[in-house]
């Protein structure tokens, strides 16, 4: 079946240090990957993409890593800050003719100060 | 540039009811796409809709339908209110149809069924 998987529904960091958030994909048809940061009350806010094509791609402060081997896909933020504090979920789109995303449960990202 | 602007932000409605969700997409974007998210887990998707057609349909009943207009913004019907409708209902914008192509999201609408 369709799913698209957190292993941690929880991270607690200190400011400043790194953080890792994972997530595992079943669909080895999925070609395009996003991930979204939503904090309270917002709506999802787009940080990050990466196509299928592509094992690695960097953001100001924000590295995704995947690995269609074991599809799996980890998002790292450098230097985390409290303003990180938020549930972070990836999404995965199978492609074709729909831009329809499948979306993880969500993993918390506290960042102590 | 204004983003996804959805209205209204919130709404309480009553069970048996009917609701209508509005969405207007980013200028220039032209595919929207519609999803449900209760609290504690990741949104689900409802519908794609691209140049005022339906592209794509999630698993919801026929209670939830939609349509999109030719300025590109789009509309979320739900009939017969139940009180497991009650969540956020998020719209995405996107550029174009079809995979591999970044989807915003709306602040959304929080609709809760009493």
Known sequence: ?113 | DAGVTQSPTHLIKTRGQHVTLRCSPISGHKSVSWYQQVLGQGPQFIFQYYEKEERGRGNFPDRFSARQFPNYSSELNVNALLLGDSALYLCASSLVQGGGTEAFFGQGTRLTVV
């Open chain 1, 1 to 113: 079946g369709e799913s698209v998987g957190l292993h941690l529904p929880t991270l607690s960091v200190q400011e400043g240090d790194n953080s890792i958030i994972n997530c595992a994909y079943s669909n080895s048809a999925s070609d395009y990957f996003i991930w979204y940061k939503q904090e309270s009350g917002k709506g999802p806010q787009f940080i990050i993409d990466i196509r299928s094509n592509m094992d690695k791609r960097q953001g100001q402060r924000v590295t995704v890593l995947l690995n269609k081997t074991v599809k799996h896909l980890s998002l790292q933020i450098a230097a985390t800050q409290p303003g990180d504090s938020a549930v972070y979920f990836c999404a995965e789109n199978i492609g074709g003719a729909t831009n329809k995303l499948i979306f993880g449960t969500g993993t918390l990202l506290a960042v102590q100060p």
